[in-house]
Each structure stands twice: as C-alpha cells, then as structure tokens.
C-alpha cells in the first residue's frame, strides 16, 4: 500500500541547534516533494520544493534533501528559533496537472530558548 | 499566488445538523481541493472540485455526506451534512499544489459536533 510518513511526532531542540526532519514514502513515484509549515489555527504554509532529479535545496536557514532510491527527504533548519515552532509537514506532488498533494502528518518542532 | 478566505474560522454545531463552509480564491482557478484534517493526523482529500461538472471524490467519502458547489472559478462550498462528533475536525479548501507549484490554502474551519 502507499504511505507517507514523518517518522517523529514530535522533536524538542534548544535554540541555536539544527532541526532535523524525515520523510519517508512507500508505492508513490514523487516527481516533487514540498514541505509546509503549520501554525496552530492556520493552514499550512508553502516553505520549498524540490524536484526528484534534485538532490539538495536551499533557502536561507532552510535546506531540504531528495534521495529517490531511499524514498526520503531530509529537512533541516539551521541556527533554531523559538519562533520556527511549528508544525512541518512533507507533501508528495505526483506530477501531474489538477492531481492533490499528498501530505504525511506532520512534525511538531518545539525549539526552547 | 493566491490568497483564500474560508469561513467560518470555527463552529460549534449539534449532531444532526449541516454546515456549510465557503472559500472565496482572490483569482481565478480551475481546481480546488477540499482537505479535512483530524487531531493528531495528515491532511486528507476529500473531493476535488472542478467548476463546470461534479466534485471528484476520494474513497471513503460520498456526495451525499459531503456535497460540493462550485458555481465559477473564484468560489467553493463544502457542507457537512447529518453531523456526528465524527465529524468534529479542521476542514481546509486549497488550491494550487500539483505539477510542480506551490498550494495555498485558506486558514481552516474547526468544526465540533456536540
């Protein structure tokens, strides 16, 4: 069956640390990978994208990887801030026109200062 | 980019009852998906909504449970019909998302059903 999962629920970091987080998918040939932040009481918020013949991306403190052959991505943010509490979520963009995203459900980065 | 206004931000209805939520795209757009979101879980899709003919919809969920409007391009109402606590959950419109492009959503309706 087809699933996509970010492996932790939840992720506590003090400030200044990197945030580190993973998503894993099974039965799906992604031809992008997105990632969103999720603040409570709003709905998810584009942050990068990458391309499945793309390995890394970058965006300011932000850098995703994209490894095909372990049907992961990485998503790291470097130098934490409380402020970059929130919830992440990956999403699987098949490639093709009007067809969903698929999203995991979500990491919850809590970064303590 | 677009921006999506989507109301009610929240409600508190009786089991029995429907709601209806609307999302209101700032431009023109051929889909929107209506997603629902349960504590502690991903985003789910329940139906796309395509202007011009009936809303798609994923399995597990029925027109009659969920019927969708879609009378232009701008404009979208999910309903939740004959509720149950079941139900209580965030609602999100989107559009955008797919072939390599961004997707924008409206902030969320939270729903509880008592």
């Known amino acids: 069956s087809q699933k996509i999962e970010q492996n932790s629920e939840a992720l506590n970091i003090q400030e200044g640390k990197t945030a580190t987080l993973t998503c894993n998918y099974t039965?799906?040939?992604?031809?992008?990978l997105q990632w969103y932040r999720q603040d409570p009481g709003r709905g998810p918020v584009f942050l990068l994208l990458?391309?499945?013949?793309?390995k890394e991306k970058r965006k300011e403190r932000l850098k995703v990887t994209f490894d095909t052959t372990l049907k992961q991505s990485l998503f790291h943010i470097t130098a934490s801030q409380p402020a970059d509490s929130a919830t992440y979520l990956c999403?699987?963009?098949?490639?093709?026109?009007?067809?969903?995203?698929?999203f995991g459900k979500g990491t919850t980065l809590s970064v303590s200062s | 980019s677009a921006v999506i206004s989507q109301k009610p931000s929240r409600d508190i209805c009786q089991r029995g009852t429907s709601l209806t939520i609307q999302c209101q795209v700032d431009s023109q757009v051929t889909m929107m998906f209506w997603y629902r979101q349960q504590p502690g879980q991903s985003l789910t899709l329940i139906a796309t909504a395509n202007q011009g003919s009936e809303a798609t919809y994923e399995s597990g969920f029925v027109i009659d449970k969920f019927p969708i409007s879609r009378p232009n391009l701008t404009f979208s109402t999910l309903t939740v019909s004959n509720m149950s606590p079941e139900d209580s959950s965030i609602y999100l419109c989107s559009v955008g998302g797919g072939l390599n492009t961004e997707a924008f959503f409206g902030q969320g309706t939270r729903l509880t059903v008592v």
């Open positions: 990458i391309r499945e013949n793309e």
């Open positions: 999403a699987l963009d098949v490639g093709q026109a009007g067809t969903a995203l698929i």
């Open positions: 039965n799906y040939s992604p031809a992008y």
